[in-house]
Structures are given as structure tokens and as C-alpha cells.
């Protein structure tokens, strides 16, 4: 029996086809054809007039950590369950991580803790939406305005996914995707940056373009470009960005083949969270998720590292996840917790993601579930 892979990334068709025209064309560095081509489906999909591709979600991260102006000792809260990228793109600032706890249902930020680790040195709330499920995002807004601080999506996980009919990455001031092999659409690594605050985009494209008003050159509105402001080479090439397009031109497919599988798990494993041995993902009605990823919580880690090892055992390779940030040596040394995260430590040691990826056929997936089902209804 062939191994079954956590991720298999598909390929929507035309890859090769646009690689070529980048080569025919010696379009090789960013910032050309393909990358306006696919900050332009990005912009008609957010409905908003700018988006920036960047070489990684993580660049994407850091470009909001410096487009939120944080200085040394300022403060940015975010869940403590998320990658080391949200983070780290606030401690590159010399700013300080605040970690808060997780909702049991979501596993997003818990938004009624937010406003108790707010103090003087808040500057911005850092909002993960896991699994491609959004955070609740009206009232974290809310809680941002009433005390003036920036919010920014890390919506990684999210393309597509919506918040009360809205599109995630386009519910704050900023919004973060990522396009890595993992990804719904991928391009091998890659990101964007969405900018919803008007008065934020001049200098989201000056910090792009590396610190240089390059793009009013080109634009013809100067007549020379100058270092202007700090930035960094966040472009990807135009290889990556042709990558790209013909994944996000198919990636409707690919999220309605990953909701077939996705919704195949769900309703297979209900009788084992009516039996109290699993729980599924919950989703709330205003929510419409992308099928980024499907988890099972178990009972306890003894229970989750075997029905891993009992899958690998029968090469399926089921990963868990994240490693609390608030407790990683890291975390400890640059971050602040305000309080006890019980539902990030429990959560960490229990959940299991299984295999899901488009193009993945049903006898995968049943073979996944059987593997499951046995495993948790063995005696023990």
C-alpha cells in the first residue's frame, strides 16, 4: 500500500504554460507582469485597491509589524497557538509578544481576553484565523478602536474563507496570506500583504520596494527614485508569481475537492465525538471556511501520539501542530503571558491533523477515517 502524505500540492494546469512566457519574455526579477496579474485577482477578490505579493507570509508579517510603526518595548497581543512568524515579525521590531489564550469551539484568539492584557504599550492585536475558520473579528475591531490599536490578519490559512460575508484578510487594517506548499494555492513559498487602510498604502509599496519611492518613478510622478523609509527585499521573483497565478486562476477547485474530502471526514467522525473520544473543528454559522485543514482533539497527548504512531504504523502521516509560543524558550525570553493559557496547553498536546489535500481521492480518505476508527475504538 503506497504512503499517504499529510500535504500532496496539486498543480492547476497552466504552471509550465506561464513559466515559459516568463522565460520567453527574460521576466525573471519581481514586480512585472506576473505579480501584477496576481496582486490584481487578489484585489478583485478582496474588493480593495491594493495588494502586495511578498516572498513569504513571514514577509508579509514583518511588512505589517513596520507598517504598525512598533518601537522597543511596545506591546502587540496575539494567541500563543499560532507559527513562530507572528512573532517573530514583532520581536524584528524589538516589540514584545503578548500571548493570550484560545476559544475551545475555534480555536481562534479569545477576543473577551483581549481587552484585559491591553496597557500602555499596546500597539496592535495580531489575529490568526486557524484552520481557515475566522476569529471573531467585529468585536476585536471594536475592542482596537476603542483603544486606538492597529489589527492585523494573519490569514495564512485563509484564502477565500469569510467572515460574516466578508473576505478574511480584508477584515482589519491589514491582511497576511501565505502561499507555501501547505497552502490552498500555492507557488512553493510566497505571500501578500492586503492593505484596507488607505493612508497605509504609500508606504506599504516604499517599504516593498525595498525603502525607495520606486514605484512613483515608475509611475512617472518623480524623476528619480530615492531611499525613502526602511524596507527590505519583500518582492518575490516573476518565476514564483507565474507559479502562482495558474494556482489562484484553479484555486476555487481546489478548495470545492478539498471540502469533499474535508466534509467526508465530518461526518464520519461524529459518532466518535457522540462517544466522547474525539472533537471535530467547529465552525460557526457566519463563518464559510476554506477546508484548509481538518483536526481531531483527542482525549488526552497518550491518545493522540498513539493514534499517530497507529497511522504511521499504516503510512498515513498525521502531524500534530504547533508548539505554544507562550512556552517555547523563545517565547520566554522575548515574550509576555499575562495569565495561564489552559486551552492553547491542552489543545497543543491533543489535536492531530490528517491528510487533506486537492486531488485527493475518497478511497484516501476512507482509508484515513477507517485507520482512525479502528485505532480509537481498539480496547485498551
Known sequence: MSSLPFNRPP???????YLRQAFDRREFSGNGDFTNRCQ??????????????????TAAL???????????????????????????AVVLRNAVPVFIDIRRDTLNIDETLIEAAITPRTKAIFVVHYAGICAEMDPIVAIARRHGLMVIEDAAQALLSTYRGRPAGALADLGCFSFHETKNAMSGEGGALIVTDPSLAERAFVIWEKGTNRRAFKLGQVDKYTWMDCGSSFLPSEITAAVLLAQLEEVERFNSERQAVWSRYDEAFTDLESA?????????????HNSHLYYLLLRDQATRDGLIEALRVQDIWAPFHYIPLHSAPAGLRYGRTPGDLPVTDRTSVSLVRLPLFAGMCMEEADRVIDGVQRTLRRPS
Request: aromatic share 6%; with cysteine; hydrophobic share 45%.
Open 40 to 57: 490584481d485577482w487578489l484585489k478583485r477578490r478582496m474588493g480593495l485597491a491594493d495588494a502586495l505579493l511578498t516572498q513569504s507570509c
Open 11 to 17: 498543480l492547476g494546469g497552466r504552471e509550465f504554460e
Open 276 to 288: 466522547d473520544l474525539v472533537r471535530r473543528p467547529h465552525v460557526p454559522a457566519h463563518c464559510q
Open 62 to 88: 514583518e511588512m505589517a509589524a513596520i507598517l504598525a510603526c512598533l518601537e522597543p518595548g511596545d506591546e502587540v497581543i496575539m494567541p500563543s497557538f499560532t507559527f513562530v512568524s507572528t512573532a517573530n
